[in-house]
């Protein structure tokens, strides 16, 4: 198994100090995405001063405030717009954006499947509570039919998309969705996200007991961690069984990896094709 750094050398590396306590309420999933995510950065060993992390609005959108990186906090739906100009604007940094489930798929969903488009090399992180967080429990578009939200409180009526098909269908080139769960394999899918070259896609299903499991019959962590383990079914196995017997459960694990040019290393090419045209006369 691949090392995995311990919580002294995090804090003192990568979290910045007097940034604590977070905001987060207790049991949130969104603590242990972000500590896989820097014990990612830390199994790469990537230049800390070349990494940057953007979000946008909403609880996941707080991770950039307690980490020493490079870091922006953008207006809601609109990170991966930000981070698409830093990375044209420097292709060395590694950008990374973390980004809740209403952030990405709601008022963010044209810039997420335009990234996809254009297999630009950023790592989107989607933090998937399946609900709006902060602003109290409004239904997002991967809250699933049936279940409750202070905009649903007979039951959702729509049918929620799953984002890593919309991802694979609009052309990231890695594609995975892990588990606030199954951390191991968590910080395996995250770390392969970041090196990959293109864009990145990790969904993330993470809890929410305060908004999401108290309205769903899930009013603690724990209940919401079992939920997790009992409704996934590892991309492996999935791939064994009929519709029927996947039933309900969530494929996890990486669905895509594939290689295809990325904008930034074309837009150099085109940069140098109008250098050697001026140069011509
Ligand atoms: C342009 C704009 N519209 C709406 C809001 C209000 N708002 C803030 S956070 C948020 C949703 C947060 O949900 P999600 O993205 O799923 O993240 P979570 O809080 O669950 O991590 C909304 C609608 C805003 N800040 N800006
Ligand atoms: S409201 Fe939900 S997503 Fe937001 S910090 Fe609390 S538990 Fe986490």
């Given at each position: 198994?691949?090392?995995?750094?311990?919580?002294?050398?995090?804090?003192e590396?990568?979290?910045?100090?007097?940034?604590?306590?977070?905001?987060?309420?207790?049991g949130?999933?969104?603590?242990?995405?972000?500590?896989a995510?820097?014990?990612?950065?830390?199994?790469?060993?990537?230049?800390?001063?070349e990494?940057?992390?953007?979000?946008?609005?909403?609880?996941?959108?707080?991770?950039?405030?307690?980490?020493?990186?490079d870091?922006?906090?953008?207006?809601?739906?609109?990170?991966l717009?930000?981070?698409?100009?830093?990375?044209?604007?420097?292709?060395n940094l590694?950008?990374?954006?973390?980004?809740?489930?209403?952030?990405?798929?709601?008022?963010?969903?044209?810039h997420?499947?335009?990234a996809?488009r254009?297999n630009?090399?950023?790592?989107?992180?989607?933090?998937?509570?399946?609900?709006?967080?902060?602003?109290?429990?409004?239904?997002?578009?991967?809250?699933?039919?049936?279940?409750?939200a202070?905009t649903?409180?007979?039951?959702?009526?729509?049918?929620?998309f799953?984002l890593?098909?919309l991802?694979?269908?609009?052309?990231a080139?890695?594609?995975?969705?892990g588990?606030?769960?199954?951390?191991h394999?968590?910080i395996?899918?995250?770390s392969?996200?970041?090196?990959?070259?293109?864009?990145?896609?990790?969904?993330?299903?993470?809890?929410?007991?305060?908004?999401?499991?108290?309205?769903?019959?899930?009013?603690?962590?724990?209940?919401?961690?079992?939920w997790?383990?009992?409704?996934?079914?590892?991309?492996?196995?999935?791939?064994?069984?009929?519709?029927?017997?996947?039933?309900?459960?969530r494929?996890?694990?990486r669905?895509?990896k594939?290689?295809?040019?990325?904008?930034t290393e074309e837009?150099?090419?085109?940069?140098?094709a109008?250098?050697?045209?001026?140069?011509?006369?």
């Amino acid at each position: 198994m691949a090392s995995v750094a311990s919580t002294s050398v995090l804090l003192e590396k990568y979290i910045r100090q007097g940034s604590w306590p977070t905001i987060w309420c207790s049991g949130c999933g969104i603590g242990t995405v972000m500590g896989a995510l820097l014990r990612a950065i830390e199994r790469l060993q990537l230049n800390q001063d070349e990494i940057v992390i953007g979000t946008g609005i909403g609880c996941s959108g707080f991770i950039y405030n307690y980490l020493n990186f490079d870091a922006f906090h953008g207006t809601h739906g609109r990170a991966l717009a930000i981070a698409t100009g830093i990375k044209i604007a420097n292709p060395n940094l590694t950008v990374i954006v973390p980004m809740g489930d209403g952030d990405c798929a709601a008022i963010g969903g044209n810039h997420f499947i335009h990234a996809a488009r254009r297999n630009i090399d950023l790592t989107a992180i989607i933090i998937n509570n399946e609900i709006y967080g902060m602003t109290g429990g409004q239904y997002s578009p991967l809250t699933p039919r049936a279940r409750l939200a202070t905009t649903a409180p007979k039951g959702h009526l729509e049918r929620p998309f799953d984002l890593c098909e919309l991802a694979k269908a609009a052309g990231a080139t890695y594609v995975a969705r892990g588990t606030a769960y199954y951390v191991h394999q968590l910080i395996d899918l995250l770390s392969e996200a970041i090196a990959h070259k293109g864009f990145s896609v990790v969904e993330v299903i993470a809890q929410c007991p305060v908004q999401f499991g108290r309205r769903n019959e899930m009013p603690t962590a724990i209940e919401m961690l079992r939920w997790q383990r009992k409704h996934t079914v590892q991309a492996q196995r999935a791939a064994q069984l009929s519709l029927e017997e996947l039933g309900d459960k969530r494929v996890i694990g990486r669905m895509v990896k594939i290689d295809a040019p990325e904008w930034t290393e074309e837009y150099a090419k085109v940069i140098e094709a109008a250098r050697d045209d001026r140069a011509d006369g």
